[in-house]
């Protein structure tokens, strides 16, 4: 079933929902601002849809794929089922704290300012990511791919949040230089 270029709230959501008998497609609907705590999102697939500042704090979203999404500051916290995406999405100053993106394919995502906070991002893919002034503080990076994401400036605190993750190794020299104020030479310069 698919819905689009509407604009949803909880109860028109909720509607749809409760009458789907198959999974739902919401393409370039607007869900901007609303309250949807706690709703069963599972197997929704949201396509370039408007989602700043939507709460979905403690939604079940087994299965959901958010893709091409604009999610400026929606709050994802306590969010409940695992196999969820998001794709090519802008999460500037969203929070994800606590959020299970584990060995997801994060690709083409904006998490600037980002609260990632005791995420589980083991073995996730974050190619042409950006994570500048993300929170990691305590996200499980094990073996994330940040080799194609954009880090920002490192201090103390952040490095060790990168405990585990796989970098390149010109970011690791931009690191040393962040930290240490060295310049960093390519072997053979």
Not at 52 to 78: H, I, K, P, Q, Y
Not at 128 to 149: K, P, Q, V, Y
Request: hydrophobic share 45%; aromatic share 4%; charged share 25%.
């Amino acid at each position: 079933m698919e819905i689009t270029d509407r604009s949803l709230d909880r109860a028109a959501l909720s509607t749809i929902l409760d009458e789907a008998r198959e999974p739902v497609t919401l393409l370039r609907c607007d869900l901007a601002g609303a309250d949807l705590r706690d709703l069963d999102l599972t197997e929704v697939s949201f396509t370039e849809c408007a989602l700043d500042g939507t709460l979905l704090d403690g939604a079940a979203v087994g299965a959901v794929v958010f893709t091409g999404c604009r999610m400026t500051g929606v709050s994802m916290e306590r969010t409940r089922g695992l196999g969820f995406e998001i794709r090519r999405s802008n999460l500037f100053a969203a929070n994800l704290m606590g959020v299970v993106l584990a060995n997801a394919d994060l690709t083409g995502c904006r998490f600037t300012e980002a609260v990632l906070r005791g995420a589980d991002l083991h073995a996730s893919v974050f190619d042409e990511c950006d994570l500048t002034d993300a929170d990691l503080f305590d996200a499980n990076l094990t073996d994330a791919d940040l080799r194609g994401a954009r880090l920002g400036a490192c201090d103390l605190d952040r490095l060790r949040a990168l405990r585990g993750a796989i970098l390149s190794p010109a970011q690791a020299g931009a690191i040393v230089a962040d930290l240490t104020g060295a310049q960093i030479l390519e072997i053979g310069s």
